[in-house]
């Protein structure tokens, strides 16, 4: 009798929920990320805020984990199950996506027109013709310190190498502090945090990110190789058993006030405010001789696009116009600090440590990672391949120079650069 | 039933019938899936279209020192993770078996299922479980070692390229060692009290008897046990993955077949995607299995002989 009663019930709920929605007639768009950080941002502010105005659309987000997004993304979409709305990893990931067909031109959105070119070039074909999706946010790279520990020590953040490396070693006396909280367990913090990090200074941004697309400087020049020593410099400053240390081994380092300085991506202001008990501040990459021109990595990180087997195409539309307009930035750059809009028009922030990475924008030079554009396409990949030898050099297992060929041979091996 | 009757026999239908559930689920989801794989091999990606290339995956799996390395390293790092479990995993499986079935041990029924217990749980609770415990910031392995005074014994095995793919190995023996153990445990209850009895009578007792009565009636049991480890091992994943992530760091010293697999097929980060390179890995840890459990099957098990009581 009890089953019998269940299923009366379950069948009549399905049955009126059904011709509920069947009332509505309410397009629901799914959006497809891989920030489930992000998730409470987005159910309890930015969703709420277009639904407030365009009633008769919804918006679900339904993130994955990072580490699995592209793969799972690209099974959904053959499948014909993806989400409506896209979230656009930078350059080849969605590029093959758009030549694929699975992503829709977005050339003619309206709203596009608030974003300059540089801003647009990660998610737009090599020709320039096409762009495919909405850029969002970008992500600076640069160095958080714990302000505490540096006024007790009485250290101000460094601006020449020289100096960085007085003040680590001033911590390491000390004793207190873990000098710098990085770990090569999880392998892209040494990549991204480190080599990608320091860099732009010795490779001097976009001029020899350029050069080195062109096939005019190698990996093997001595400014990409410099970066690889320096970042050999830093191991005896690292935790003890910073080879095991994984990247939220690190965050948490730091965050619990063991570690002085933490090599970072803006994307953690957020995750620090919430979790850090003490003063935090930044300073950027610092310059090798004082007096020269500093550069920093302003990596354009998210973007979002169209499905093109979307069945509300005209609900996504509305809503990826949104997502281009300065309201959403505004939002959005307040609700994360440590993603920054990209919108033309520029946006009031109030968190001061995401202040401060956002004003090096006035005094340095802007690049995106060396590795994006175009170097990752073939076998081996220049992406993974830096991960893995980033760590390599900081473990010790290969030389700066060893490491700089190998990448240089594997990339060698299928690049040709367009003479 | 007999074969006795000389009429012509109907049709047994119904061996068809009780067969066609187990055959037509097998069919659909194990044996035309591993066709597929086979067929999606032979393929490549040309402008958007999958084109036949016959075997030109495979020249440029063994051919192209970009993949070629990275295949040799992995298989390399396979092997070496299947001599860990049929060193460790397999013999102390066997001693635990023979500990257990001592009629003199207390709680057997306790060991038993707590070294049993880690088999049921997940990989990616070992994995988390095991980074946690080797950490060497919150980890308890460096506080234990402190306490009897062999600190300096701890070192961060995970992330050194020379201890992370036996530091894994062994959690992975850790896990899975409940499995021999019991398959042998059944096999000892197995064996006549009898035989026992005229060993004994024989003077045969104690270390003698183990050799030389109870493992060579346990031998097929441990064949089986030796090829499922086989088995089990080339098609690993699962625990390298969450321990060491898809790139099995550091420096590719913890990639084995299935995660090289598993970043040729799905892509990962920046890399896109080859299924069709991926395939002809998945066919090529196909063959290396296929081989094994041949070489297992026609060589090693004929031989075993086996004691009808």
């Not at chain 1, 977005?106 to 096409?130: H, I, P, Q, R, Y």
């Not at chain 1, 006035?362 to 893995?388: A, F």
Request: net charge negative; aromatic share 12%; charged share 15%.
């Amino acid at each position: 009798m009890n089953t019998k009663l269940l299923t009366a019930i379950l069948l009549g709920s399905s049955v009126l929920c059904s011709a509920g929605a069947a009332f509505a007639q309410d397009a629901t768009l799914t959006i497809e990320s891989w920030r489930n950080d992000d998730l409470a941002i987005w159910q309890d502010k930015l969703i709420p805020a277009f639904e407030a105005k365009n009633p008769g659309i919804k918006v679900v987000f339904s993130p994955s984990a990072p580490t699995e997004y592209n793969a799972a993304l690209n099974a959904k979409l053959d499948a014909g199950s993806a989400g409506d709305i896209i979230t656009c990893r930078p350059f080849d990931a969605s590029l093959d996506l758009y030549t694929k067909g699975k992503l829709a031109d977005l050339t003619s959105l309206a709203g596009m027109e608030n974003f300059s070119d540089v801003a647009k070039s990660a998610w737009t074909t090599d020709d320039g013709k096409a762009t495919f999706c909405v850029p969002m946010a970008s992500v600076i790279h640069g160095f958080i310190y714990n302000k505490d520990a540096f006024d007790k020590l009485g250290i101000t953040p460094p601006a020449t190498e020289e100096e960085f490396f007085a003040a680590l070693d001033k911590i390491k006396a000390d004793g207190t502090y873990i000098p710098m909280a990085m770990g090569t367990k999880d392998l892209w913090e040494a990549a991204t945090m480190g080599y990608q990090n320091i860099g732009p200074n010795y490779w001097q941004g976009e001029e020899g990110r350029l050069a080195l697309l062109k096939g005019e400087q190698k990996l093997t020049d001595a400014q990409w190789v410099e970066p690889y020593a320096t970042l050999a410099k830093w191991k005896p400053y690292l935790g003890d058993g910073f080879e095991a240390q994984t990247y939220p081994d690190s965050q948490n380092l730091f965050t619990l006030g063991r570690a002085a300085i933490y090599p970072a991506g803006s994307w953690e202001i957020s995750v620090f405010n919430t979790q850090a008990q003490f003063k935090m501040g930044a300073f950027p990459p610092p310059v090798r001789k004082a007096g020269d021109t500093c550069y920093i990595s302003d990596h354009t990180d998210i973007g979002i696009g169209l499905n093109a087997a979307s069945k509300n195409p005209d609900a996504a539309k509305t809503f990826l116009s949104w997502v281009a307009s300065p309201e959403f930035a505004e939002i959005y750059a307040n609700a994360l600090p440590g993603f920054f809009s990209l919108n033309s028009t520029p946006v009031k922030m109030a968190d001061p440590l995401a202040q401060e990475f956002v004003s090096w924008r006035d005094k340095c030079k802007s690049t995106i990672r060396s590795t994006y554009q175009i170097l990752s396409r073939g076998t081996p990949n220049l992406e993974n391949e830096t991960w893995v030898e980033s760590a390599n050099v900081i473990n010790g297992t290969d030389t700066p120079e060893v490491a700089a060929k190998k990448l240089q041979d594997g990339l060698d091996s299928w690049y040709k650069p367009a003479k | 039933m007999t074969a006795t009757s000389a009429t012509k026999r109907p049709f047994r239908w119904h061996i068809a019938i009780f067969l066609a559930p187990a055959v037509l689920v097998y069919t659909a989801i194990m044996i035309m899936p591993l066709f597929g794989t086979l067929q999606l091999a032979l393929f490549r990606n040309v402008s958007q279209s999958q084109v036949f290339v016959g075997l030109d995956n495979f020249r440029t799996l063994f051919g192209d020192p970009n993949w070629s390395t990275n295949f040799w390293n992995a298989l390399r790092n396979n092997v070496w993770f299947f001599i860990i479990h049929m060193l460790v995993q397999n013999p102390v499986g066997v001693v635990l078996a023979a500990l257990l079935s001592s009629p003199r041990l207390r709680f057997s029924a306790f060991y038993r299922t707590a070294i049993f217990i880690p088999t049921i749980l997940s990989f990616v609770i070992v994995g988390f479980a095991w980074k946690l415990i080797l950490s060497p910031l919150w980890g308890v392995a460096p506080n234990l070692l402190d306490l009897v005074g062999l600190k300096s014994l701890f070192t961060p095995w995970l992330g050194k390229e020379e201890y992370a793919l036996t530091a894994l190995s062994l959690i992975s023996v850790w896990q899975f060692i409940g499995i021999p153990m019991m398959l042998i445990y059944a096999a000892m209850l197995s064996i006549p009290d009898e035989v026992i009895e005229a060993a004994e009578c024989d003077g045969v007792t104690g270390m003698a008897q183990f050799w030389k009565i109870k493992l060579p009636l346990i031998l097929p049991a441990i064949g089986i046990i030796s090829i499922l480890t086989f088995v089990g091992n080339f098609n690993a994943f699962d625990l390298i993955y969450t321990a060491q992530g898809a790139l099995a760091g550091p420096n590719y010293s913890t990639d084995i077949l299935g995660t090289f697999l598993y970043r040729a097929f799905f892509g990962f980060q920046l890399q896109v995607g080859d299924p069709n390179m991926g395939a002809a890995i998945a066919t090529m840890m196909f063959l290396i299995i296929l081989v094994g459990v041949c070489i297992y099957l026609f060589l090693i098990q004929t031989r075993l002989r086996r004691y009808q009581f």
